[in-house]
Every structure is written in C-alpha cells, then in structure tokens.
C-alpha cells in the first residue's frame, strides 16, 4: 500500500488507538476493583488494597446472582452444544425437505433484535402459563444461542472430506462408531467454538433474560438494578476474574490450536 | 476374429479360469442419479466377472462411470438394477462395513487426526483382533509398503508418495478378499507414479488378492493389469486382456481410446483367398484378413497402429497394404521418429519409427512417401 493513507508512523499510531479504545475501559474495571473506597460510589480513585477480593462472597445477593448466572450458562452451553451441533451436523451434510426453511430461521433468530425476541418470549410464557423463572431464562438462553452453534458447527461439516467417513464404514465401522472415531473429533473444533460462544452469550445476555427472568436475579441483571444505588467494588472483581477467565481460555485455545497445526 | 464380441448392452465375459467362482461380479447392474430433477444414467448395464487373484482394471474417459460401478462393489451406491455378487454371494443390499473387501480412495481418505499406526490399525481394531496380532500385522504390513520408522507421524506430514502408500497398507492390513482401487495414482508425479505402478504389482504378487483399479490412464492399465474393461458412456466397450485390447480393439472407441490408432475406410473391392483388397486409389490397397462377414461392396472401418507401419521412398514389394502420401509433419521422439502422412482423400496416418541404427530420417516435410504394413495389421472393426 505504497502512498496509503496510513502508512508507517500514522499506521502505528491509529494501531495503538485502537487498541487504548479496546482495552481503556477493560482497565478502568480492573483498577477499580482495587480501589480502597470507602463512600456508596466507586468512582474516585482513593488508594490501593486487595481488601475487596478477600470480601468478594460478602454480598449474598450478588453471589447467588452470579451462581445463578455461571450455572445457566453452563447449562446453555451444554445444551445448545449438543442440539445445535446435530443441526449444523444435518445441515452441513444432508439436504432434507425442510432444510432450507431451517437455515432461514437459523439466521432469522441470529439477526433478530433481542428486544424482540425478549418480548416474544415473554408473550408466549405467559400465554402459555409457564412460570418465569431460572427455567424460563434457561429456555430462553438455549433458544437464542443454539443457532450459533449451528451455524458455526455447520460451517465446519461443510469443509468435511465426506470420503473419511465412507472409508471409515469401508473399514468396518457402524453408523455410530463411524461418528464416535471420526466425524466428532474433526468437528470438535467447530462443537468447541460453538459451545464457548453459547458460554458467552448466555453469561453476559441482559435484554432477554429480563424480560423472562420472574424473581430470579443474574449478573448482568444485579449489577444493571445496582447502578442506580452505586456499584460495590466486588462487581469490578467478579468482572475481573470472569474476564481472566476468558482470556485464560482464549490463550489455551490458541496454544492448543497451535500445537495441533504443529504436530 | 474375435471371441469377445462386447458391444454395447452385452458386454459379458466369463472369468478366465472357468468353474472357479468369480470374486467379484456384476450382474446386469444400472445407476441412476436424480440430480435437480433430472435422471443422470451413470452406469447403463454393465456385467463383468472378476476372478479370483486377478488385477482387473476399469479404463475408461472422465465421467464413464468407473468410479459408480467401484462404489456399488464397496457397496457405496445402491445399483438402481441389477446384482453385485461377492463370492457367488448376493451383497446388493449388503451394507459397506459389513463385505470382506476394502478400498483406497482417490483422495487417499487418510484420517488427519490419527498417526500411522492408527490409520493402519483402525480396521483391525473394528474387528476385534487381539491386540498382539495387530500389533505383529501392522508391523508387517508397514514393512510391505516400507514405512517402517513412520508410525508416529501424522498424514500431513507426510509426502503424497508416503500417503498413498499409508491407504494401501490401511487396507491391505484387513486381508480382504479383494481391494478396490480408485485412480489411486492420480496424485502422484510421472515418476513417482511409474515408481508405485511397479510396487503395486509387486504388492499384488506377494498377498495375491483381487485387484480392482479404476484408472483413465491407458498405459497404466495395459501395463498392470491382467484383464481391461474398457468403458465409454456407462457401457463396458471391451472385456479382454491388455494385448487383445490393443490389437484387437472392439470398436472405433476403444481404438481410439487406447494408444495412437489410425482409423480408415474403404470399400471391399475383391475377396482373394482370406484376404480382403479394398481399394483406395490406382496403385494403393489396403489388405485385411478376411473372414466370413466380408463381402466384395462392404465397406469397412479398420485400424491400423503406428508402429506396424513401414515408411519408404520407393514403391514396396510384395502381398502388403500400401498407400501413398505426403509427409505433413516429423517429430524426433528420441527412441522414435513420429511422421504424419496425409494421404490423397485428406486422411491422416501417423507412423513410428523405431531409431534403431543411427539412420538419418527416412523422409523429410513436404516428401512424397509409401506406407506399406502387413495384412494381419490393418484390424477390422464392426
Ligand atoms: N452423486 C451423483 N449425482 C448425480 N450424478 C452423478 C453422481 N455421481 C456421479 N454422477 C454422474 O455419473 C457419471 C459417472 O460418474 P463417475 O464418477 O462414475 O465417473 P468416472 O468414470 O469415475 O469419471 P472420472 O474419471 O472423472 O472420475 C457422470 O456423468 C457423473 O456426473
Ligand atoms: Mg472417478
């Protein structure tokens, strides 16, 4: 890009902007959750202390909000792994009567607004006399998330040298242990994207899972009712150590990922 | 003249060992595809029978149906008619995990996430066999194809040479009664593929089981094989040995298709003897051994190959086939000279030349020429 707009010098300086835009807010979460506050607002920086992550479970309601959150998680990337994987399996290998109506509403419920579909829910809920709850979020999680799984398990099959399997029967393996030795681990991957995807969603979802959350409290939803009040530094930690996490998890797929490509 | 009269719809052969049940066999066996509402014939009723122990190979151009006819045999494809017999056994609706025979696939098929050893163990394992004799049968069969010291690796690391031959061992291991083999070379180089034609035979030799290979490289089945089914537009044209083949080709296709022919024609002008005289113009004839079915007035369509062919400047002597012509075009080929003659109707005849002593070329661009060749080499085809 000889005589680019950005080039040398300009190039590296919007780089590292960007960067700053990204991380900047990250950061200030993280400090803060050092700060030695002492009033309702954890706004001003008042001295340094590791005090808040000895006092992180002191808040009950937070931590039953953060198990409740942790655990439909868990349990939407469970099941929207599993069901999700077996329809971006189908998609991805065979075209059925109705196929193409499943892919369109595969990607109706991905570009679908969460007001929407939050709203829609709800409706339906009610109608049907179901009571709110952790059930109905985790119904509602599963719901908009299964379809990413599909989609990105889907995208995987489609790269899927069908002739493996068929060598696979050749060499004497059933249906289901063709699947169990080849086809699963070489969409792994693609299950392992997928699930972690759902992993996210599903933790961070605040739209939707207040429409259909009843009494139960998550996270995202504790933390949203608490900044009319001043957020407690243990949400800066709590937000710090789930963030660790999840870069913990990203270098660890990526040294796999690296490993693997070498070996 | 020929015992094997494979025209299209009817092309049966019997095993060449006869009263032996044939290992594989396909009895009057039709695919069709329905592709975006339209029915594709792929195979249109082909019957063949391979015995037991033989390299048998299905030649034939792109699209022929060489590797539909393999797949109904691994048991891939459901044939829309007809019967696959493995044995003397009815295996149509046998599903593929459960015949005794294996395949290489073209693409070699290899599982990316195992080493060697299990690639090449996996259908040991699937059966249950004990796990000292797998471990005494890989290690032998990874010796046969000579990759010993490799087991660890995995697929991609390895050379396209190496892989093939990981598929043939992943196979083999099985002992299977017979092993499918779809263009397994068409990966491979020149050289490497003339270095694993040669170590496959050789393979084949030392186990001794069927072979069926699937090839569209003519010289690689006329090299391989002991029998060749030649097919064209999902018929078999020809069922018959490699040499019969090329100099008793059945049709104008298989003519064609296999090596460098000349194709010409002409009117019978007078049967002398067993011979046939067809006259092409004042001084030239064409010989061609006659039987029964030639009559003075037929007109004939005969092949004559390149190599059979004689090229002087003067007028030859004696009971030949001689035509006169042009030379249009020479080519030094190293171990023979290619010349392309035109003949007085415009029809083209390509001659070799063998170079055996040191001779200058016989004739040059532009020189007028006689062709001449034995009667026995102008074949006639019906
Ligand atoms: N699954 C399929 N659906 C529709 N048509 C098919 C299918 N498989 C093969 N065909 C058609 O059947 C015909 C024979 O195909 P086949 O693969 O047997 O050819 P081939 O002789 O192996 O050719 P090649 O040398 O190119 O591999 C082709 O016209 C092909 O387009
Ligand atoms: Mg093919």
């Known amino acids: 890009m000889k005589g680019g707009l950005l080039r040398g010098r300009g190039l590296q300086i919007y780089t590292w902007l960007v960067i700053a835009w990204l991380v900047l807010p990250i ?46 998680a868990v349990l939407t990337m469970l099941i929207a792994g599993v069901l999700g994987s077996l329809i971006g399996l189908a998609l991805g290998r065979y075209r059925f009567r109705g196929s193409g109506a499943m892919n369109l509403v595969m990607f109706a419920a991905i570009s679908c607004a969460e007001i929407v579909m939050g709203a829609s829910l709800l409706s339906l809920f009610v109608t049907l006399a179901v009571p709110l709850g952790f059930w109905t979020i985790l119904i509602s999680h599963v719901m908009f998330s299964i379809s990413f799984v599909a989609v990105t398990v889907r995208a995987r099959v489609m790269t899927l040298d069908s002739s493996l399997e068929e060598a696979a029967r050749d060499l004497g393996a059933g249906p289901w242990t063709t699947f169990r030795l080849v086809t699963l681990p070489m969409i792994f991957p693609g299950v392992l994207a997928g699930s972690m995807l759902a992993f996210a969603l599903s933790i961070d979802d605040f739209v939707i899972t207040n429409f259909n959350s009843g009494g139960t409290m998550t996270f995202p939803l504790w933390i949203w009712g608490a900044t009319r009040v001043g957020l407690p530094p243990q949400v800066n930690v709590m937000g710090t150590l789930i963030f660790a996490a999840g870069v913990l998890i990203a270098v660890a797929n990526a040294l796999l990922a690296r490993r693997r490509a070498n070996a | 003249m020929t015992e094997i009269q494979a025209g299209p719809g009817a092309a049966v052969a019997a095993a060449p060992v006869s009263g032996d049940v044939p290992a594989i066999e396909l009895d009057h066996v039709v695919k069709e595809y329905v592709s975006h509402g339209e029915v594709v014939r792929a195979v249109k009723g082909v019957s063949l029978a391979i015995a037991e122990g033989e390299f048998f190979s299905l030649l034939g151009p792109s699209g022929c149906g060489k590797t539909t006819s393999m797949r109904m045999i691994a048991g891939f494809e459901d044939p829309t008619q007809g019967v696959v017999r493995l044995h003397g056994e009815d295996v149509t609706s046998v599903p593929p995990n459960k015949r005794d025979i294996n395949m290489v696939f073209q693409s070699y098929a290899l599982f990316p996430h195992m080493n060697v050893w299990d690639n090449v163990a996996f259908g040991l394992k699937r059966k249950k066999v004990p796990d000292a004799e797998i471990k005494r049968r890989v290690g032998e069969i990874l010796e046969v194809v000579d990759l010993v010291g490799r087991e660890k690796r995995r697929p991609k690391e390895m050379s396209g040479g190496q892989q093939q031959r990981v598929a043939l061992a992943r196979a083999l291991v099985n002992r299977p009664r017979a092993l499918l083999l779809d263009e397994p070379l068409g990966a491979l180089d020149l050289k490497l593929r003339q270095a694993m034609q040669i170590e496959l035979k050789r393979i084949q030799r030392e186990v001794g089981i069927t072979f069926v290979y699937v090839t569209h490289d003519q010289s690689e089945a006329l090299t391989m094989s002991d029998r060749i089914a030649v097919m064209n537009d999902g018929l078999v044209e020809q069922l018959a040995e490699p040499r019969e083949i090329y100099e008793r080709p059945a049709s104008k296709f298989v003519a064609g298709f296999i090596g460098t022919s000349n194709l010409l024609s ?9 011979t046939a005289v067809l006259a092409l113009g004042a001084s030239d004839r064409i010989l061609v051994p006659a039987d029964g079915a030639l009559a003075a007035g037929a007109s004939v369509d005969l092949t004559v190959r390149p190599e059979k062919i004689k090229i002087a400047k003067d007028q030859p002597e004696g009971d030949l086939s001689v035509v006169r012509g042009t030379v249009s075009e020479v080519v030094y080929l190293g171990t023979y000279n290619s010349y392309v003659v035109r003949l007085g109707d415009g029809a083209e005849i390509t001659v070799f030349e063998q170079n055996a002593n040191d001779s200058t070329i016989t004739a040059e661009r532009g020189d007028a020429v006689w062709l001449s060749w034995q009667p026995w080499h102008s074949y006639a085809l019906r």
């Open chain 1, 27 to 72: 950061a200030v979460m993280i400090l803060f959750g050092f700060n030695d506050t002492h009033g309702r607002y954890n706004t001003a920086w008042q001295g340094f202390t590791f005090k808040w992550y000895g006092k992180l479970f002191e808040i009950g309601d937070l931590t039953q909000a953060l198990v409740n959150s942790l655990l439909i």
């Open chain 2, 266 to 274: 002409g009117t019978v002008q007078q049967i002398t003897g067993d």
